[in-house]
């Protein structure tokens, strides 16, 4: 039997039970006088000891089941506050690479920057380096010119 029916049939045996219970003839000799007395049913002696059995068996199972009910509500609300805790640690992760991102991106502008700079270095030196090239020769054929221009004076003389 599974326990949903088993749990109907408690709470149908106790529903039974708060009525006979509340028309039996002490709980009637209780109450006033002046009211008229409940009707009352009448059930075979097995069938109240068994209705008595299956109550007491179900409060029993209930009493039973509000144990591990209590300990899975603590797992969960524990289990709750670790996914808090992991969800909060992923929010601060998220802001940091988004910061390490942002500096990324920085750097990589610094060094696109630094690139250019040292292509156009790059195009100086080569631009100076041919202008050295051209003022060695440009004074290597002035020495050759004024060396000639000295050794004809000299002849001439």
């Given at each position: 039997m599974t326990k949903s029916k088993f749990y109907l049939i408690a709470?149908?045996?106790?529903?039974?039970?708060?009525?006979?219970?509340?028309?039996?003839?002490?709980?009637?000799?209780?109450?006033?006088?002046?009211?008229?007395?409940?009707?009352?049913?009448?059930?075979?002696?097995?069938?109240?000891?068994?209705?008595?059995?299956?109550?007491?068996?179900?409060?029993?199972?209930?009493?039973?089941?509000?144990?591990?009910?209590?300990?899975?509500?603590?797992?969960?609300?524990?289990?709750?506050?670790?996914?808090?805790?992991?969800?909060?640690?992923?929010?601060?992760?998220?802001?940091?690479?988004?910061?390490?991102?942002?500096?990324?991106?920085?750097?990589?502008?610094?060094?696109?920057?630094?690139?250019?700079?040292?292509?156009?270095?790059?195009?100086?030196?080569?631009?100076?380096?041919?202008?050295?090239?051209?003022?060695?020769?440009?004074?290597?054929?002035?020495?050759?010119?004024?060396?000639?221009?000295?050794?004809?004076?000299?002849?001439?003389?």
């Open positions: 709470l149908a045996t106790v529903m039974v039970l708060s009525v006979l219970l509340c028309s039996s003839p002490s709980f009637a000799a209780g109450t006033s006088s002046t009211t008229q007395a409940e009707p009352t049913i009448t059930i075979p002696l097995t069938q109240w000891n068994e209705l008595k059995s299956n109550n007491e068996k179900a409060l029993n199972l209930i009493e039973v089941s509000n144990i591990p009910l209590t300990e899975a509500q603590n797992l969960v609300m524990k289990q709750k506050n670790e996914l808090t805790e992991a969800h909060n640690t992923l929010n601060k992760l998220e802001n940091e690479l988004m910061q390490a991102k942002l500096q990324s991106m920085k750097q990589e502008i610094t060094l696109n920057e630094m690139q250019n700079s040292l292509t156009e270095l790059k195009g100086q030196i080569e631009n100076d380096k041919k202008t050295i090239k051209r003022l060695r020769m440009q004074r290597n054929v002035s020495q050759v010119l004024s060396g000639g221009a000295i050794i004809g004076v000299a002849f001439k003389h």
